[in-house]
């Protein structure tokens, strides 16, 4: 009984409450009719809220937000296409590659009396345009860590010709991978060698067929020269 009693009495008090609260709006809304000349209310339309003048109170502040919101959605939307120019132009700026097979001459290439360069020639991808075929030469683009590979070739120029090549790898001068052959019982023979290198942006990648040596009977492009950028550094 008690328990009822309090539940009551906890319902008579809310409602006083919310009695108290529309009389107190009706009171503060009869005064707002009540005063002279237009409402001091910064901000929002309170002469037209509490004088009920017009339809809709809301309508010129909803049409701020529309244009608030309007400009930061292209605000947004500016940003994200830079980021994703960005984006492209770092992942762009990270394909290289470069494949290239071929020597000049299908008998022979060499001997020379001098070191050569072999320019591959025949080139089936060169992004970032690192590989130059005429010279046979890779160009780092800009500076990180590659991987390189080259396959030699060759076949006996004639009977009773004895294989005879020596191929090497070089880093700006510098000898960092070699293959050779040279013997009389095989009448064909390949080699081939993989390396990741460092280079700095201009850095120099090339094969180089030493003095006195020989590539033959390559018809079939099968001596070969490819490369491509792990990933990039901070030069």
Not at 26 to 49: H, I, K, Y
Not at 63 to 78: A, N
Not at 81 to 107: W, Y
Not at 180 to 198: I, M, P
């Amino acid at each position: 009984m008690r328990a009822v009693v309090h539940l009551l009495l906890a319902v008579g008090v809310f409602h006083l409450a919310r009695a108290q609260e529309s009389s107190g709006i009706l009171r503060l809304t009869e005064a707002a009719v009540a005063l002279p000349g237009e409402l001091p209310c910064p901000g929002w339309d309170c002469d037209c809220a509490l004088r009920q003048v017009g339809c809709c109170c809301a309508t010129s502040r909803m049409h701020e937000v529309e244009e608030l919101t309007y400009t930061r959605l292209t605000d947004m939307w500016q940003s994200i296409k830079q980021l994703d120019r960005s984006v492209q132009e770092t992942i762009g700026g990270r394909r290289v590659a470069f494949t290239a097979s071929g020597i000049p001459s299908m008998h022979c290439f060499g001997p020379f009396s001098i070191d050569v360069s072999v320019p591959y020639n025949t080139v089936s991808l060169n992004h970032g345009d690192g590989y130059n075929p005429a010279l046979g030469v890779f160009t780092a683009p800009r500076a990180g860590l590659y991987s390189f590979s080259f396959t030699a070739y060759s076949r006996r120029a004639s009977a009773g010709d004895h294989m005879f090549f020596q191929l090497q790898l070089l880093r700006n001068g510098e000898v960092m991978a070699s293959v050779w052959e040279e013997n009389r019982e095989d009448s064909e023979d390949s080699s081939t060698q993989g390396v990741l290198l460092s280079l700095e942006r201009g850095g120099q990648v090339y094969v180089l067929l030493r003095t006195g040596r020989k590539l033959c009977g390559d018809a079939a492009g099968r001596n070969a020269f490819s490369g491509y950028m792990v990933h990039a550094v901070s030069s």
